[in-house]
């Protein structure tokens, strides 16, 4: 059977619409991620393990600053230090963004978004359009907080710094860059592998497991894995102290959007290919 | 694989003379009813209309108005998981209906419903048929077919069976019977056989079932050989039994030892 067609009959008497957009697309994805409630828990810990960690970091370093050895003060990063929470506050953005694509599949509300857009590339990309917006605001509000709060706790026992003091604007931006390039990279994921809970792992092992791993081989295999790996690499936005085999702040973040676009056009591809 | 969720291995399908995918509304031309839940069960019910509403450029007015025309409003503002099977079926005609689409797509729109349910989404159907809509609905309940569709399509093991009006289907692709009642039921058999009919042993001793000839021509011959008639009933072949008849070829896996 070839070219089977199902036309409307009768006279069409309703009013004239227009086409949809993208910009309706983005409508819609605001407020899909805004109508479930992972969505705010998400953010949540986002926020409170951001800061507080950050601040319960930031007053054990700057307490322990006076015993620590030479090379220690030397590498003394009192920015990176108060930004450390988002480090694990990261878990929460990547959990959120891969459920916000693999709940879909997880409840078959995909097969109704993709009746409403067919295009499926659109659905992708306001979706992490509209996730990556949302991890930005969320992102920087949590690490300028984080670091002013972490820079009033280490002042007096150990030496802060300032936001005008050099680099430390640019870090302090880039936690939350770093932040939302891994938002999209998990929405990339999640439309890869279309299942949470592999998902999840999967996020898991890329940010935590396979550094944590590469730190028991030896200096040979451990030290390309420390300055090319794409979420370490990212992270060197928000530090001001460059520790050997780490690459420099923007180039490291390069080397995470690189990676980033390759899985977002891995999950382009599989998306348009795949039956849904 | 009309909506684009599936890919034929073969062949294409446009609904209006255009590919789904590049409908420019989609929503606002096909609606469809898939499996009742498909649906993230984390949302409200007037979000999920909503979002969808929103990707389509529909009018946020019209999610309420839908809402209304199922019967959810009380429930717009309940997560959809806590809905029961109905309640669900609901939701997704909901969805469907919120482009006020020309072509409206039921994909087994009453499984799993109670006879209520049932009544209404059949009731629901044939407003929509006609209000001049074109309504498609796929289900494997024959005995509602019966009572919903005016035009049917059969596919068997992915080929088209039949192409034709129920009435039609019923008609053609099914012997039809005459049921009788008669004290002298043993003579009308012997006559019947007689004049070229089947006739097989009923229910009782003077039930006899006749097939090769009409009521009519039963009734005839029993006059015209005198005979008494207490019950003359033409049987027509359920919608159900005309399938059974027409697909026993195509039936993908047949039970064996089960003979029909």
């Known amino acids: 059977m070839t070219g089977a067609t199902i036309a409307p009959a009768g006279p069409d008497q309703r009013a004239a619409f227009h086409a949809a957009t993208f910009g309706d697309a983005l409508r819609s994805e605001w407020t899909k991620l805004r109508s479930v409630r992972s969505t705010f828990w998400a953010l949540t810990v986002t926020v409170v393990l951001g800061i507080a960690l950050g601040a319960v970091i930031s007053a054990a370093a700057a307490h322990g600053y006076a015993r620590s050895s030479a090379a220690g003060k030397l590498s003394w990063d009192p920015t990176a230090v108060s930004l450390d929470g988002i480090g694990i506050a990261t878990l929460a953005i990547a959990v959120l963004g891969v459920l916000c694509v693999s709940s879909e599949y997880s409840s078959g509300m995909i097969r109704t978004s993709l009746i409403a857009v067919p295009k499926r590339g659109r659905v992708l990309a306001a979706k992490s359009l509209v996730f990556a917006a949302v991890t930005f605001v969320v992102g920087e509000a949590t690490s300028f907080t984080a670091f002013f709060a972490g820079q009033a706790l280490i002042a007096g026992h150990a030496p802060h710094a300032a936001l005008g003091d050099p680099g430390v604007a640019r870090a302090v931006v880039g936690a939350g860059l770093a932040l939302t390039a891994l938002a999209v990279l998990s929405v990339a994921v999640g439309t890869v592998l279309r299942h949470p809970a592999a998902a999840i792992a999967c996020m898991i092992a890329v940010l935590f497991v396979l550094p944590g791993i590469a730190q028991a081989l030896p200096d040979s295999w451990r030290n390309p894995v420390t300055e090319f790996w794409p979420t370490q690499a990212g992270g060197q936005l928000a530090s001001i102290h460059q520790a050997a085999h780490t690459l420099a702040p923007w180039p490291g973040f390069g080397v995470m959007c690189l990676f980033v676009a390759i899985v977002y056009a891995i999950a382009w591809t599989l998306l348009n290919r795949r039956d849904a | ?260």
């Open chain 2, 1 to 260: 694989m009309i909506l684009g969720l599936d890919a034929p291995t073969q062949g294409s399908v446009t609904v209006g003379g255009r590919r789904y995918r590049d409908l420019p509304a989609p929503m606002r031309e096909v609606g469809a009813l898939l499996e009742a839940k498909a649906v993230h069960g984390g949302r409200r019910a007037r979000d999920h209309l909503l979002c969808l509403a929103q990707s389509n450029g529909i009018a946020r007015r019209r999610v309420d108005e839908v809402l209304g025309i199922v019967g959810l409003e009380g429930v717009a503002r309940r997560r959809a998981k806590g809905f029961s099977v109905g309640m669900g079926q609901r939701l997704g005609i909901a969805a469907a209906l919120l482009g006020d689409p020309a072509v409206l797509i039921f994909d087994e729109p009453v499984n799993g419903l109670d006879p209520d349910g049932i009544h209404w989404v059949r009731t629901l159907m044939r407003e929509l048929a006609a209000e001049g809509r074109t309504v498609p609905v796929s289900s494997h309940l024959m005995s509602e077919m019966a009572l919903t569709a005016d035009h049917l399509l059969v596919i068997g093991k992915g080929r088209l069976i039949a192409d034709t009006s129920v009435d039609e289907f019923v008609r053609s692709s099914s012997q039809q019977s005459v049921h009788v009642r008669s004290p002298q039921a043993a003579e009308l058999a012997a006559r019947g056989r007689e004049a070229g009919a089947t006739v097989r042993a009923g229910t009782g001793p003077d039930v006899i079932d006749i097939t090769g000839m009409d009521s009519a021509e039963v009734g005839r011959l029993a006059a015209a050989h005198g005979l008494t008639l207490f019950e003359l009933t033409p049987v027509r072949a359920s919608l159900e039994e005309a399938f059974m008849e027409l697909t026993r070829d195509s039936v993908e896996y047949q039970a064996a030892g089960v003979t029909r």
